[in-house]
């Protein structure tokens, strides 16, 4: 009951805050806050990852019900970020940061054994992405954006160099994925600090599958290749 109501109270006094951004005339935050040659800030955040799965046989000869099935769970993320102004309308961005996420893999061949048909991927990243943030004109105390731009990550849980594979219960992943990066989100000048809310996308470019020791394995011997996807959700305070 107090955590419900604590959270209560944040979100009021946020949206209060928010709100009063959106006033016709409202004072001015932070004048100068985007002529600074450099700007540094921290984010936190959430994210959700998933896995995109291409297959050698197609879906007919597999017959239905045969695509291996993603359990999605919700992750966090924070870190840093470097700002380098272009112009009036351009920034670079280079936002280093750790995510942390797990995902459930089922595997339909395994109806009957539900230890050898399940597998559990918990992936830590250190994230590079470097983005190019694109800016509309300063409305008030707020600014709307899109970002994109590609990344790279170093996966510290990937168990690439481990010697077992699915047949030990051991799921392996390559340790570096590259990708690409589209997003939204809005500029909001508060009193002290610029506080800004996003939503981006990530999809991978690279197959980060390591296959199992035997080119037939019931696990990975069907994937052609297996991307992850997924969707960030940052708070940013610069």
């Known amino acids: 009951m107090k955590k419900n109501t604590i959270l209560f109270v944040c979100c009021i006094l946020l949206g209060t805050t928010l709100s009063a951004q959106f006033n016709e005339r409202p004072v001015l935050n932070l004048q100068n806050e985007d002529m600074y040659p450099l700007n540094w800030g921290y984010f ?10 291409e297959y050698i046989d197609d879906k007919q000869d597999r017959g239905n019900n045969t695509d291996i099935l993603v359990g999605k769970s919700l992750g966090f993320n924070v870190g840093l970020i ?13 936002e280093p940061g750790l995510h942390y996420n797990r995902r459930e893999l089922g595997f339909p061949d395994f109806v009957n054994s539900e230890k050898d048909g399940f597998r559990e991927v918990k992936s830590t990243y250190l994230h590079f992405p470097l983005l190019l943030k694109v800016s509309t004109k300063r409305l ?27 047949s030990s219960n051991r799921f392996r992943m390559k340790k570096n994925t590259y990708y ?33 020791n035997s080119p037939n394995s019931p696990w990975t011997g069907n994937i052609d290749a297996m991307k992850t996807r997924g969707l960030f959700v940052n708070f940013t305070f610069e």
Request: proline share 2%; charged share 25%; glycine share 10%.
């Open 44 to 53: 936190l955040g959430f994210n959700q990852y998933d896995f995109k799965f």
């Open 180 to 212: 690409y990066e589209m997003g939204f989100g809005i500029d909001f000048y508060l009193e002290y600090f610029k506080f800004s809310p996003s939503i981006r996308g990530i999809f991978a470019i690279n197959d980060e599958l390591v296959r199992d």
């Open 140 to 166: 008030g105390n707020w600014k709307p954006f899109l970002t994109g731009g590609v990344s790279t990550s170093l996966n510290l849980s990937s168990n690439e160099d481990s010697k077992d594979d699915n």
């Open 82 to 94: 470097g700002e380098l102004r272009i112009n009036n309308h351009l920034d670079l961005r280079f």
